[in-house]
C-alpha cells in the first residue's frame, strides 16, 4: 500500500499545476483518498482548523458561484486538489524528506532526457522555447528540500549537497528566474552562520560557493536565455517579465470596477482575469487574453475575496511564522512566500507547497515519520 501512494505522490507532482491530465490527476485524488480511509479505518483526522478552512473557501465558493463566472473549474479545481492533498498528508505517514529527494533525481532525469529528445513532451507541445528554454514537469522540490534544512537547523551533507547540483542544473535549463531566486535565497540562508560569517575559512568557503554557482551560470552549458538573464541580476527592476507583470497587475486594478462588497469579500473562487498584450513589432497580434489570473498570487487571493479573505491569508502566514523558532527560517519563510506569490499563482496551483505549513505545524510527527 505504502509503495501506491508513493507512486502516487511522485506522479502528482510531475503533473501538478497543469491542465492537461485533469481526469488523471481527480483518479490518482480519488484512489489516495481510498487508501486513506483504508489505513486509517476509523481514525481519520479532521483537525478544527482544516474544517475552518472548509467552512471559509465554501463561502468564497459560494460568491463565485453566484456570480456565474465562465470555465470556473479551471481555477476551482486547484483548491480542491489542495484540499485533498492536505487531508491525505495529515492522515497517513510518509516519508516526505525521502520523497523529494527521489522527485528532485527524478525531474533532473526527466529534463536531461527531455532536452536529447529522447522522451515525448507531455508538459508541452515543445521541448526547446525561445532562446534555448526546455518546458517540462515543476522544479521546486530542490526549494522544498532547503526550506527543510533550514527548519531543521541542518547543515549541509553530501546528499543535499547532490541534490543542489542536480537542482541547479534543471533550474537553469528552464531559465525560471523567480525558482531560482528563490533557490539562490535559501541556500544563502542555509550556508550563512550570522555568528561565524566574519570568520576568514567560513567567507572563504561562501565566496568558493559564489563563484562555482555563477561559473556555471555564466559558462556556455546553460542556455543562452539563462546568460542574457544574468545581467538582470543586477537590476532587476529591468527585467522584461517582471514589466511584464507591472505593466499586467496596472492594467488589471485600472480597469477594476469593485464596489464596496467586491472590494471587501471580491469575486469568488472560479473568477479568471483578461489583460491586453499590445504588440510593438506585429500590431495585428496585439489581443486580449484570458487568464486564470495574472502573475500575482497576492492579486489572486485579493481578486477572489477581496480583503477580507486577503487578510485572512496575511494573518495565517503570520501565525505559521511565529511558531517558527528563530530568525534564520522566519527570513526563509518570508523569502520563499513572498518571492513565489509576487512573481507567480503557483502557491495556489502546485500542492506540493502545502508541504510548508505542513512541516511547519507538524515538526514533531514529521520527524517521528522520517524513522
Not at 505522490?9 to 510531475?14: D, Y
Not at 483537525?47 to 481555477?75: S, W
Not at 514537469?137 to 549541509?156: D, G, H, Q, S
Request: overall charge positive.
Amino acid at each position: 500500500m505504502n509503495k501506491l501512494i508513493y507512486l502516487i505522490f511522485i506522479i502528482l507532482f510531475i503533473l501538478q499545476g497543469t491542465n492537461k491530465y485533469n481526469a488523471i490527476i481527480l483518479l490518482l485524488y480519488i484512489v489516495l483518498i481510498g487508501c486513506v480511509f483504508f489505513i486509517k479505518k476509523n481514525k481519520v483526522k479532521l483537525p478544527l482548523y482544516y474544517v475552518i478552512a472548509l467552512i471559509v473557501y465554501a463561502f468564497y465558493l459560494l460568491i463565485g458561484v453566484l456570480n456565474g463566472h465562465n470555465n470556473p473549474f479551471i481555477d476551482i479545481k486547484f483548491q480542491i486538489f489542495g484540499f485533498i492533498f492536505f487531508f491525505s498528508i495529515i492522515n497517513i505517514k510518509l516519508n516526505f524528506l525521502k520523497l523529494l529527494f527521489f522527485i528532485n533525481s527524478l525531474v533532473f532525469i526527466i529534463y536531461v532526457l527531455l532536452l536529447l529528445d529522447l522522451i515525448p513532451n507531455l508538459w508541452k507541445y515543445t521541448t526547446v522555447g525561445f532562446k534555448g528554454r526546455v518546458y517540462g514537469p515543476p522544479i521546486m522540490a530542490i526549494n522544498l528540500l532547503l526550506f527543510y534544512y533550514i527548519l531543521k537547523e541542518k547543515a549541509i551533507d553530501v546528499k543535499l549537497g547532490i541534490a543542489l547540483i542536480l537542482g541547479v542544473f534543471y533550474i537553469a535549463l528552464t531559465t525560471n528566474f523567480m525558482n531560482l531566486a528563490v533557490f539562490g535565497g535559501l541556500v544563502f540562508l542555509l550556508v550563512v552562520k550570522f555568528k561565524k560569517l566574519m570568520k576568514p575559512v567560513y567567507v572563504i568557503s561562501i565566496f568558493a560557493l559564489i563563484l562555482l554557482v555563477v561559473g556555471y551560470l555564466y559558462s556556455p552549458f546553460v542556455p543562452e536565455l539563462v546568460s542574457e538573464k544574468m545581467k538582470y541580476v543586477y537590476k532587476p527592476w529591468e527585467y522584461p517579465s517582471l514589466k511584464t507583470r507591472l505593466d499586467d497587475f496596472n492594467q488589471i486594478v485600472s480597469k477594476e470596477n469593485f464596489g464596496l462588497f467586491k472590494q471587501l469579500f471580491g469575486e469568488g473562487f472560479g473568477t479568471s482575469s483578461e489583460i491586453y498584450r499590445h504588440n510593438p513589432i506585429a500590431v495585428s497580434l496585439s489581443r486580449s487574453f484570458n487568464f486564470q489570473e495574472i502573475d500575482n498570487g497576492f492579486y489572486y487571493i485579493y481578486h477572489r475575496g477581496g480583503w477580507t479573505l486577503f487578510s485572512i491569508f496575511i494573518l495565517s502566514h503570520i501565525y505559521l511564522m511565529f511558531r517558527l523558532d528563530n530568525v534564520k527560517v522566519r527570513l526563509a519563510f518570508i523569502w520563499l512566500i513572498f518571492v513565489t506569490c509576487i512573481l507567480s499563482i503557483h502557491y495556489f496551483n502546485y500542492s506540493f507547497y502545502l508541504l510548508i505549513p505542513y512541516f511547519i505545524l507538524y515538526n514533531n510527527n514529521f520527524e517521528k515519520n522520517m524513522e
